[in-house]
């Protein structure tokens, strides 16, 4: 992608439903130029524009970094790791662990068969858990959902289906596929933005190698030293994900830099402060798997909620 379409997708990934006017006044650019550009990115397939239901209005209260360390080949752990419907993110890394697991899940129980799971499989000789005790930056999970002023019914699941694959699809478009008017539609995918039930964004298909460089950064803290750590990484530009956890670190991130000379950077400026003991990095040398959208079968059974 060109400097134009990079600055775009950064754009896309705030606000998924931008108007080309509001996008070309953020990047400096005319309208008709911004829309083509967008609309190619789109048609390419290497950005989608997608709606994202946070997990926890799906009951999916545990979440987790899985590391598996690898005894021999990895192809087929990732087949057998792939089969899990959990599994939203899979990635083989350098370093201790060859492959790293982000999954979601409803009970500890579950994460338990996980775990027993992925040990099973052929060349795996250790899988080390960290629990995410609370999800600080994501490009889609956000804040934690308004769920107790809030029930959805069947429209609101049916708008969130269709966003989920088509982010920008237009609230008239939507409203007629469903049996709703454009501004029913609209008042209710605008009530769930603002409950943070959903959010809508650009993701960078990228499953096979990818031009930047993306690491992993586990840090070790002395005592309750993380918003220094948030701070700092507020400041980054390429951050995709921070969390707190419980395990052998206190917090975990991902980070997408355009180079080697870059990465080097962003590490020694967290090594730098005080309350950070030590930080390991890791990085993802083939993204396999990298999924945000989530199947919304459970809220129809249950009727909403």
Known sequence: ???????????????????????????????????????????????????????????LEVLAHLSVQLSGPSEPVLRGIETLDSAVYISETTGTHQVVVEIRLGTMGQLYETVAFISGLPNVSAVNVLLYERVIRSLFLGEEP???????????????????????????EIGEAIGVSMSTCRSRALRLLDANIMQIGAITRREGTSDAIVFGCGIALAGNASQEVVDLLAEVEGVEFVARTIGRYAMVCTIATSSQLEYNHVVARIRSLPGVRHVETWLHTRIVQERYENTLDQLETLGGR
Do not use: C, W
Not at 31 to 42: F, I, T, W, Y
């Open 1 to 59: 992608m060109n400097q134009l379409d990079t600055l775009l997708v950064h754009q896309l990934q705030a606000d998924g439903r931008a108007s080309y006017s509001d996008l070309a006044k953020s990047v400096g650019s005319n309208r008709a130029m911004v829309a083509s550009h967008v609309n190619e990115l789109l048609a390419s397939g290497k950005v989608k524009v997608i709606a994202a239901v946070h997990p926890r209005v799906l009951g």
């Open 146 to 172: 308004v769920l107790e002023r809030l029930s959805l019914d069947q429209t609101d699941i049916d708008i969130m289906r269709i966003l989920q694959h088509d982010g920008r699809r237009g609230f008239a």
